[in-house]
């Protein structure tokens, strides 16, 4: 492809901001999406406490990584413009300013709107203006035997600075008077974390309620703040008040400086257990501004850094409210269902490395017969992905296994499997990538634990991530060694995959399987390859390969043919994929994008974007697939992968997409797309602004959610 060729539009003005989108406007343009779920009065009363508890965590990582990399660069006087043409100083401002509306509305939510729904449903969350005499003394009684002896008020004062307070923790300032110094002072009380957030009430001090009553309760600072005074005998308590505080909890680890990555993660994790400095204070409205003033100042923040709100802080806790077991005030449960093809093979079942399996179904003849695509949480990570590693483990003809392992759960049965298949004398390897962010600490104790079991672990290359998620099994099958590999758009995580809806290939193909091969050897050893027979890999060949994709689709158009792209994704940030992606719409090529998240690109631009469509579904279920389709001139082709497409997807991690050839797979992969692309419940179309509309159906009997169809079509099927 010439260079005429890769750029058909040479004149265009690609680097005017006027293209793009703010990444952080768009990010929180996602995290706005997510607040509409909890005040949509279509959803379950649990469920939008869910969803506020979700809107609340998004934004603590938000601070503590993307706020905290845009202070860091003003801070080291960095003038260089984003895409869409500002400063970081400009970006921290809009961040500011779009974000503060945000979070008044989620406050005012709750407050106005969603307690006053709990109440209807028994379920209360008082202060102490309406608790009654025996529920006072009950938690009397609690404060002096569960939370006094683990209170330590500190003071503060010139000898005194405030303590160091630890990232997202919650604390109350506390101003007293000397009963005989009539001197002021003020102390910091921390809201210890080893204690549940908010405190039930006995069921016989609420249950002579007239009303339906399922769950009555107080928040703990609200107990502590009631008793406060035991705390300071001899001082007359002024002002009292609700902190919270956010601090810059990234990771900064030189990997070619690095004799043991492990220890320098290891070290870094220890700093962030402490925190970084202080990028956001969430404080009570009714606050006394001298106290305001003089927390700011410990914590070295200005005002517009400070969220002032009513109600509660830290929202995130409300998940444990969302927990309760009020399946009525839920959406309906969704219990997995086994794909029809492994179904015959019995109930899947981890067996223990004594098992005799010789008599054991076979998954490994079904997918010599015919690829398997998995849907999670449609089908049962358990009864598929689970299985796979599973019988690899314990089958006395597989001779090894290989893995990488981005994030899993606390308790991972795939990490146990390995375990066992080194107990029983396969070669196991597993790539453990210690930089997946927020899950070093678990990968890392993992790592040591396979460790010690015998698996041979690594942690990949340096200066890229290995974010592909792959599993490669050797079975030896008569004279001859056969591979069987596992490609997914998510991780080896069976509690994610509850409720990520994330795909999987299963195959046998023996071209894919030698590029799995070779790809392993690029992870773990010394190999310089570059090109593979049909798998794309970033860093190497994704980038060019989806170029050249779209440069197709371009060329069709202008000899009459039709063009269609659809890119299912996470994010869209790639400055050069989003020029080529208008420069398709301006051919006349017809492209859909369901992007979850942050997309930079505006569609509906006159004669840039016209052709484009940017969808986003925000439902029970996380979106988490990425899917990419193009129509190829009628012989359609279809990849499936982990990779968003952003820049340090396509240039700065290890990314495995591979096509899918099989047509009964195709056509699945087909109908999912279509079935999304159509949805009417749950899918937001994106305005030129960056601006989200949601779509509406005509009437409630006309809904169409995407997740819900595929829900009941995997029902169908298995039934079926």
């Known amino acids: 492809m010439t260079a005429a060729e890769a750029h058909p539009f040479p004149d265009q003005p690609w680097n005017d901001p006027a293209y793009y989108l703010s990444r952080e406007l768009s990010w929180l343009e996602f995290n706005r999406r997510v607040l509409h779920e909890a005040l949509d009065d279509r959803t379950p009363l649990l469920e939008a406490l869910k969803f506020l508890a979700i809107f609340s965590g998004n934004l603590d990582e938000y601070f503590m990584v993307r706020v905290a990399a845009i202070k860091q660069q003003i801070a ?31 406050h005012r939510f709750l407050n106005r ?62 101003v007293v008077v000397d009963a005989q110094t009539q001197e002021t002072h003020v102390a910091r009380v921390k809201v210890p974390r080893v204690l549940p957030r908010f405190i039930a009430l006995p069921e016989d001090l609420w249950s002579k309620r007239r009303q339906p009553c399922h769950w009555v309760g107080v928040p703990l600072e609200a107990v502590i703040a009631h008793h406060i005074e035991s705390l300071f005998p001899g001082m007359t308590i002024q002002a009292q008040t609700l902190f919270r505080i956010t601090r810059d909890a990234d990771l900064a680890v030189e990997e070619d400086a690095a004799d043991d990555l492990m220890l320098a993660i290891e070290q870094e994790l220890h700093k962030r257990r402490l925190g970084g400095s202080a990028v956001r ?134 990490v146990n499997a390995l375990i066992a298949a080194a107990a029983n004398g396969k070669q196991v390897t597993v790539l453990v990538e210690l930089k997946a962010r927020f899950d070093e600490e678990n990968n890392i104790n993992w790592a040591k634990k396979l460790e010690q079991s015998g698996v041979h672990v690594v942690y990949g290359l340096i ?52 590029d799995m091969s070779e790809l392993f050897n ?33 060329q069709r158009v ?13 994010a869209l940030t790639d400055a ?16 859909d994008l369901m992007i979850r998240g942050i997309c930079c690109l505006r569609p509906g631009l006159p004669g840039v974007s016209e052709n484009i469509r940017v969808t986003s579904i925000i439902g029970p279920f996380l979106e988490h697939s990425r899917i990419f389709y193009f129509h190829n001139g009628g012989d359609d082709i279809f990849l499936l992968g982990s ?71 995997a029902k169908q099927h298995r039934m079926g």
């Open 76 to 106: 080291a006087q960095v003038t260089v413009q984003s895409p869409d043409g500002r400063t970081p100083s400009q970006q921290l401002q809009l961040i500011h300013r779009v974000l503060r509306p945000m979070v008044q509305q989620q």
């Open 113 to 174: 709107t969603l307690r006053s729904r709990m109440a209807e449903n028994g379920i209360y969350l008082l202060n102490y203006r309406q608790l009654n005499q025996a529920q006072r003394r009950y938690l009397a009684h609690y404060f002096e035997d569960h939370l006094f002896p683990v209170l330590t008020p500190l003071a503060v004062d010139p000898g005194h600075p405030l303590p160091y307070l630890s990232n997202l923790s919650l604390s109350l300032a506390v």
């Open 281 to 414: 204070l969430e404080i009570q409205r009714r606050t006394p501004q001298a106290l305001r003033t003089r927390i700011m100042a410990e914590l070295g923040l200005s005002a517009v850094d400070v969220y002032a709100v009513d109600g509660p802080l830290g929202l995130g806790d409300l998940t444990a409210l969302a927990d309760l077991p009020l399946p009525h005030l839920k959406a309906p449960p969704w219990v997995p269902t086994v794909p029809p093809a492994l179904e015959t093979l019995g109930h899947p079942q981890v067996r223990e490395a004594d098992d005799d399996l010789e008599d054991a179904e076979d998954l490994f003849a079904l997918v010599r017969r015919q690829d398997q695509l998995f849907h999670h949480p449609y089908h049962a990570f358990s009864a598929t992905v689970q299985r796979f590693i599973s019988q690899a483990a314990h089958d006395p003809h597989v001779l090894a296994i290989k893995m990488t392992l981005y994030r899993t759960s606390g308790d991972s049965p795939i």
């Open 463 to 514: 200066g890229l991530k290995t974010h592909t998620k792959i599993t490669l099994v050797v079975r030896r099958e008569g004279d001859h060694l056969h591979r069987y590999f596992h490609l997914s758009t998510g991780n080896y995580n069976p509690k994610t995959a509850r409720y990520y809806t994330d795909l999987g290939l299963l195959s046998a193909c023996p071209e894919l399987g030698a």
């Open 522 to 554: 690029y992870l773990t050893g010394y190999s310089r390859q570059h090109q593979y027979r049909q798998l794309l890999v970033a860093p190497l060949t994704l980038r060019q390969r989806l170029v050249t994709l779209i440069h197709d689709e371009i």
């Open 558 to 570: 202008r000899h009459g043919h039709r063009g269609h792209i659809i890119a299912k994704m996470n």
């Open 576 to 591: 050069d994929l989003i020029q080529r992606l208008y420069q398709a719409s301006q051919a006349g090529v017809t492209i």
């Open 643 to 713: 990779a968003d497409w952003r820049p340090r997807n396509l240039d700065r991690r290890v990314e495995a997409v591979v096509p899918i050839t099989a047509p009964a797979l195709r056509a699945e992969l087909r109908f999912i797309l279509e079935t999304c692309l159509q949805d009417n419940r749950h899918a937001w179309d994106m305005n030129p602004d960056g601006t989200y509309s949601q779509r509406q159906p005509p009437t409630p009997e006309a809904a169409r959610s995407s997740q819900a169809i595929l829900m009941e079509r």
